[in-house]
């Protein structure tokens, strides 16, 4: 089945069917993308509708749900927005840390389903068993293995295999009929003409050793959907954003990987989704000025949206230059290949907050010596270079592009790259940068476009 089809046809012998769902980043309304607009949370929970109509159904998801523009347009953190979703049970990923682990905590205590973290101490419930009229669910939360380098959240225990073990054991004496890990953790993902690049191969020897005793494993964090199966275990992650879901069907022998389905966007179904959603579109309809030509994240495929991101910083007149990595955007699904664009014509308020979803947007000024930005440049595009799988693993590499550079000059002494960037940038050079200044990155794309 394909993306832009129905849901699929329910086999006889399916007694529950899960719908798959990761990254949401409270996605509430439908947001321009490449292949038109995207789904939202209340269009996955019109599928479930649907498909609870034909026999047991439940709504997974692993992990990202909150966050999103809303999270830099209001500056606060609305957990409300996600609250009554009708999901069964979700992973925490590293945006459910974004503010730490007490904030995470308080907001998990908000959702009508349980937030699940059996890899860390987060004061979070390991486990949950779902129960249905046709089988008993047993499912096992795993945040990122590597979220406290993503968030100010907690680190993970190494090996998570002694827990999930331990944990499907005890879910399965409890009465669970299938077992169900949710990961925050996916496969590789890189931007290609018309479809995005993957490579799953990372991803399934991470968790070789614990995957056996699980029906499936549900993952995300990356871009770009993929499904397989690891031995009889299914395995696999939908688009984020609610483009699409994960259909997996349990059986009495089993999981079926049933394929993908795209979400149609619906209305708000709460009246702080409404509330949010027309946020939104007053953010849509402040226009700050005008994008010439369209912009992707797809090398060679015209004006590349991080190089143009990059002379937007350097045109404050603040640095001499400056750099760009891409894993700093993820403003769409990659239907088509990209995972973050910019159309033609006008530019909205709420384009600055997709291309920066943060309420800090600081970009930092620093010295740096002649030479040094090539240093940054070949660090940088060696390591995201798709072709290098030994590099799958490094934590922060999941946008394999090369990184947007602005430098007129042949020898600059200052480059301006965003304050997260920081600590990459001097593992790659070797030394502390000093600091000469500091401003906001939107501040920087609203003057270029005016």
């Known amino acids: ?83 009554d979703l009708p999901i069964g049970a979700a992973a925490a990923g590293n945006h459910e840390f974004d503010e730490g682990t007490d904030a995470a905590r308080s907001g998990a205590g908000a959702l009508a389903f349980p937030l699940l973290c059996a890899n860390a101490d987060a004061g979070l419930a390991p486990t949950r068993l779902i129960d249905t009229a046709a089988g008993v669910v047993g499912v096992i939360g795993l945040t990122h293995p590597q979220v406290h380098r993503l968030a100010p959240g907690p680190e993970p225990v190494g090996d998570p295999a002694g827990l999930v073990r331990d944990h499907a054991r005890r879910l399965r004496e409890a009465g669970a009929d299938w077992i169900v890990v949710l990961q925050h953790d996916g496969v590789e993902w890189w ?28 993952g995300g964090h990356t871009l770009g959907r993929w499904s397989g199966r690891l031995g009889s275990t299914v395995v696999g992650h939908a688009h984020p954003f609610a483009a699409s879901v994960l259909v997996v069907d349990l059986t009495t022998s089993g999981a079926v990987p049933a394929g993908f389905a795209a979400v149609a966007p619906a209305a708000p179904g709460s009246d702080v989704r409404r509330a949010a959603a027309e946020h939104l579109a007053a953010a849509a309809a402040e226009r700050i000025g005008t994008n010439p030509t369209p912009l992707t994240s797809v090398p060679g495929a015209g004006p590349y949206l991080p190089s143009v991101v990059a002379d937007a910083f350097r045109s404050t007149g603040r640095a001499d230059a400056a750099f760009v990595p891409p894993h700093a955007f993820f403003t769409q699904a990659p239907v088509d290949g990209a995972g973050a ?21 600081a970009v930092i000024v620093a010295r740096i010596d002649a030479g040094e930005l090539g240093r940054l440049r070949r660090a940088h595009d060696q390591r995201t270079d798709p072709r290098t799988p030994g590099n799958d693993h490094l934590w922060w590499n999941w946008s394999r592009t090369p990184a947007g550079v602005s430098d007129p000059k042949e020898n600059p002494h200052t480059v301006a790259l965003l304050e997260h960037v920081r600590p990459l940038a001097e593992s790659w050079l070797g030394r502390p940068l000093a600091v000469d200044d500091r401003f906001s990155a939107r501040d920087a794309m609203r003057g270029y476009f005016r």
């Open 1 to 83: 089945m394909t993306a832009g089809s129905a849901l699929p046809p329910r086999p006889p012998d399916a007694r529950v069917r899960l719908l798959a769902t990761n990254d949401l980043l409270a996605t509430v309304a439908p947001l321009p993308a490449g292949p038109g607009r995207a789904g939202t949370v209340d269009g996955v929970a019109g599928l479930l509708e649907l498909e609870s109509r034909r026999g047991p159904a439940v709504w997974l998801d692993a992990g990202d749900f909150t966050g999103g523009p809303l999270w830099s347009l209001t500056g606060r953190r609305d957990w409300a927005l996600v609250a």
């Open 191 to 218: 931007p290609e003409t018309s479809r995005p690049g993957v490579r799953s191969s990372r991803w399934l020897d991470d968790i070789r050793g614990w995957s056996s005793h699980a029906d499936v494993v549900l």
């Open 341 to 361: 664009a910019l159309a033609a014509g006008p530019v909205s308020e709420l384009d600055l907050h997709r291309l920066f979803p943060f309420p800090d947007d």
